[in-house]
Nanobody
Framework: QVQLVESGGGLVQAGGSLRLSCVGSRRISSAMGWFRQAPGKQRELVAIVTTGGSTNYAASVKGRFTISRDNAKNMVVLQMNSLKPEDTAVYYC?????????WGQGTQVTVSS
C-alpha cells in the first residue's frame, strides 16, 4: 500500500514556472511520475521516471518540464518552466509499486494568459 501526497500547485502567469513535489509513504519499487487531466479531457501522461533514472516526457512538455526523483526520500519532482495556458489541469502523482498503480489526490495548476 502506498500513499502519495502532492504539493506545489497554484496559479501562475504564462511563461512562469512551478515546481510540483510528491512524497510517497514508502520507497517505490518501480516508476514514479505525473499525469494531468483538464476538465472534460482524458488523463494524459506528462512525465515518468524509473527507479534507475530513465525518463519519458509527453511531446507537449518536452524541453519545458523536467522530472527528477530521490528514491531515498520517496520523492518525485516535476519542474515546470515556460508554462502555457494549455498546461492548465489537475496534476496527479503516479507510482507503480510491484505492479500496482497508485495515485495522489491531485493538485491544481492554473496558467493565466
Amino acid at each position: 500500500q502506498v500513499q502519495l501526497v502532492e504539493s506545489g500547485g497554484g496559479l501562475v502567469q504564462a511563461g512562469g514556472s512551478l515546481r510540483l513535489s510528491c512524497v510517497g509513504s514508502r520507497r517505490i519499487s518501480s516508476a514514479m511520475g505525473w499525469f494531468r487531466q483538464a476538465p472534460g479531457k482524458q488523463r494524459e501522461l506528462v512525465a515518468i521516471v524509473t527507479t534507475g533514472g530513465s525518463t519519458n516526457y509527453a511531446a507537449s512538455v518536452k524541453g519545458r518540464f523536467t522530472i527528477s526523483r530521490d528514491n531515498a526520500k520517496n520523492m518525485v519532482v516535476l519542474q515546470m518552466n515556460s508554462l502555457k495556458p494549455e498546461d492548465t489541469a489537475v496534476y496527479y502523482c503516479y507510482a507503480n509499486h510491484y505492479g500496482a498503480e497508485y495515485w495522489g489526490q491531485g493538485t491544481q495548476v492554473t496558467v493565466s494568459s
